[in-house]
């Protein structure tokens, strides 16, 4: 530091100067795949559940590009005892020959060096989903243990690898006809602290979605974790024609066209093609893959969609007047309500935002699907006139719904219960202005909200009762949301407004707590609430604002000790410690709590449990919505009794 810098800190009475030396040495140069150990969440988001899932996703990816070339029909992916991965396909096999710049075996040099395949030149690979993908190397740094055996040349090559680090050579261990590879290994417990265990039902949607997007390739996924194994073969000839028939299915979805559109156009080494169906549903559900990447956030592809998709409904309905004069021209919102659509295009150079691939940006793709879907879906139009004229009335409908939505906000403004300076008034507001520090509690009763009103911490916490089961807006059009009174309160005291009228720079408490009954009403209160935020106010979920407040189930005492109990099993536990012979009280609501024990079992930031809502699968928390909160019952059915088995006991 200089004499000069340090008079100029002396000057302004600055007493202590910490400084640390920067040089050289300080440069870290991490060899091999150590960067991956040291760093993992890097190259596969983290290293919790999804993250561990991701590992299988790679490896399969690798088979997957092996299709894409046209030299692989099925692969086989296992679950094995101690939850080990292996998956096999029968594709040309990881090549064995010496690499010349490296002087190691080709499949050596795939699973130890970053970067490294064959999908980088051209020549390998026209088309590849994993180029942009962590690989196969990663894979192995973060494995306990890889073992990769390739059937090639007429023989079997095997060599094993321990946290990314060869422990012999590849040789020979037997002779056989045909080709492939075979990668089995174990993810490492020291990087995936939370968990190993693999939930078979995620790796079957993942492996299912790919078995769509390459009609006629037969996957297979076997858990042979139990006594009997079990698992499933997706092969689809209808591609993602059958995937589009397959979503309504299983969201319990109901068509209002026969069959579903299928458009698809090829030019050089680009191709796109798209499946779209329309449904009874108020929702829209449009997946998009390149390469068969989930794009999750979109990209050039859906632009390219959903611009020409508005164009051909707004020029149809003028050409041949079903869109009147009168009529305003359909926004995109008013064309996708109950569409389900599924957009798949393979290139060679794909360009994705972000090391998870879950944005394309390939600006020319626009153009090719946009081109495409305006050309071909007119045709089919003029082709099917009644078809057309269902769909674009589908579309009026729901522009004549937002329009009366948009007259219902003006109406709400001009007599100022929407307007973020006008509250409720059930509203008990919180005298702090800082929306970091104050949190809000919607509460099931006026019974419940009163004992929390008296209870609270006044500076911080806001107390909101509503009474009665509101709105289940996944069967309700915009307008209803609009003018629904148990809503209307819920998004005044909030402040971000809804729909195109969302701001989350407005909102006025950071933690929104719902707190209901620990029972069946209870639970259906929640679930409508958390529908609506899902579906209204996504960004107020994946900020993580929304909790879930946990209020206890029974009081334990005896004589003068006391104690709360949040489940049957702690409540055993408490009675066993205080000697047997207590005095139970099970809380059936929150009314049946003055405001001090529900301040001291619920409210007190120091002693309270709350859980935070998060979605971890936007497209999954779709569909669960949908199944849970539609009209078709059987889905519904389906659904609890798969998962009842791990819901709490609700008191009925």
Do not use: Q
């Given at each position: 530091m200089s004499e000069e810098i340090k008079t100029n800190l002396e000057e302004e009475d600055i007493d202590t100067v910490v400084t640390e030396e920067y040089s050289a040495k300080d440069i870290q140069v991490l060899e091999g795949l150590e960067a991956v150990r040291k760093r993992p969440g890097m190259y596969i988001g983290s290293t919790g559940p999804r993250g561990l899932h991701h590992l299988v996703y790679e490896i399969v990816d690798n088979s997957i590009d092996e299709a894409l070339a046209g030299v692989c029909t099925h692969i086989e992916c296992d679950i094995l005892p101690g939850n080990i991965i292996q998956v096999r396909d029968n594709g040309r096999g990881i090549p064995v020959g010496i690499n010349e710049k490296t002087g190691l075996p080709a499949v050596t040099v795939v699973l130890t060096v970053l970067h490294a395949g064959g999908k980088f030149g051209g020549s390998g690979y026209k088309v590849s989903g994993g180029l942009h993908g962590v690989g196969s190397s990663v894979v192995n740094a973060l494995s306990e243990w890889l073992e990769v055996e390739v059937t090639q040349n007429g023989h079997i090559y095997s060599q094993r690898f321990e946290r990314g680090n060869a422990v012999n050579d590849l040789h020979i261990i037997g002779d056989a006809e045909g080709h492939g590879t075979l990668i089995r290994f174990k993810a490492d417990a020291e990087i995936f602290q939370e968990t190993t265990t693999y939930e078979y039902d995620i790796l079957a949607r993942r492996l299912r979605e790919q078995a769509f997007l390459n009609a006629g390739l037969s996957i297979t996924l076997t858990d042979k974790r139990g006594d009997e194994d079990h698992g499933e073969v997706f092969c689809y000839e209808g591609g993602i024609r059958s995937f589009v028939e397959f979503i309504n299915t299983s969201r319990g979805l109901n068509p209002i066209q026969e069959e579903v559109i299928h458009l698809s156009t090829t030019k050089g080494d680009r191709s796109a093609e798209v499946a779209l169906c329309y449904t009874d549903s108020y929702n829209e559900t449009l997946l998009s893959f390149a390469n068969n990447i989930n794009t999750i956030d979109g990209g050039t592809h859906e632009t390219g969609f959903k611009t020409a998709l508005t164009r051909v409904f707004n020029d149809y309905g003028k050409k041949f007047g079903i869109l009147k004069d009168s009529d305003k021209k359909f926004s995109g919102e008013d064309v996708r309500e109950g569409i389900t659509a599924v957009i798949s295009v393979k290139l060679t150079e794909a360009q994705f935002e972000g090391q998870t691939k879950s944005k394309l940006g390939n600006?020319?793709?626009?153009?090719?699907?946009?081109?495409?879907?305006?050309?071909?879906?007119?045709?089919?139009?003029?082709?099917?006139?009644?078809?057309?004229?269902?769909?674009?009335?589908?579309?009026?409908?729901?522009?004549?719904?937002?329009?009366?939505?948009?007259?219902?906000?003006?109406?709400?403004?001009?007599?100022?219960?929407?307007?973020?300076?006008?509250?409720?008034?059930?509203?008990?507001?919180?005298?702090?202005?800082?929306?970091?520090?104050?949190?809000?509690?919607?509460?099931?009763?006026?019974?419940?909200?009163?004992?929390?009103?008296?209870?609270?911490?006044?500076?911080?916490?806001?107390?909101?009762?509503?009474?009665?089961?509101?709105?289940?807006?996944?069967?309700?059009?915009?307008?209803?949301?609009?003018?629904?009174e148990k809503l209307q309160p819920v998004v005044m005291a909030l402040g971000t407004g809804i729909g195109d009228d969302f701001d989350i720079s407005k909102l006025r408490y950071h933690k929104i707590i719902i707190m209901a009954d620990a029972d069946v009403d209870g639970a259906h209160i929640r679930t409508l609430l958390l529908t609506f935020f899902f579906r209204y106010m996504p960004q107020i979920i994946e900020e993580g604002h929304v909790f879930l407040a946990q209020p206890p189930l029974f009081k334990v005492s005896k004589g003068k000790k006391s104690s709360y109990c949040f489940s049957d099993e702690e409540r055993d536990a408490k009675i066993q410690e205080f000697g047997g012979d207590c005095d139970i009280q099970r809380y059936k609501g929150l009314g049946e709590m003055d405001p001090t024990q529900l301040w001291e079992t619920t409210m007190d930031p120091e002693f309270r449990t709350m859980l935070r809502v998060t979605v971890e699968d936007a497209q999954r928390a779709s569909e669960n919505f949908s199944i849970l909160m539609g009209d078709n019952v059987e889905p519904r059915r389906e659904f609890i009794e798969k998962n009842a088995k791990f819901v709490q006991n609700l008191d009925v």
């Open positions: 600006t020319d793709i626009t153009g090719l699907v946009s081109s495409m879907l305006y050309e071909k879906l007119m045709t089919y139009f003029e082709e099917n006139p009644a078809v057309a004229k269902v769909l674009i009335n589908k579309s009026l409908d729901a522009s004549r719904a937002r329009e009366a939505a948009r007259k219902a906000r003006e109406n709400a403004r001009r007599k100022s219960p929407l307007e973020s300076n006008s509250l409720p008034g059930k509203l008990a507001d919180c005298t702090s202005k800082d929306p970091s520090k104050c949190e809000i509690y919607i509460v099931e009763g006026d019974s419940a909200g009163g004992s929390a009103k008296e209870g609270r911490d006044r500076e911080h916490m806001a107390i909101l009762p509503l009474w009665g089961k509101m709105l289940n807006v996944e069967k309700a059009r915009v307008d209803k949301v609009y003018s629904n």
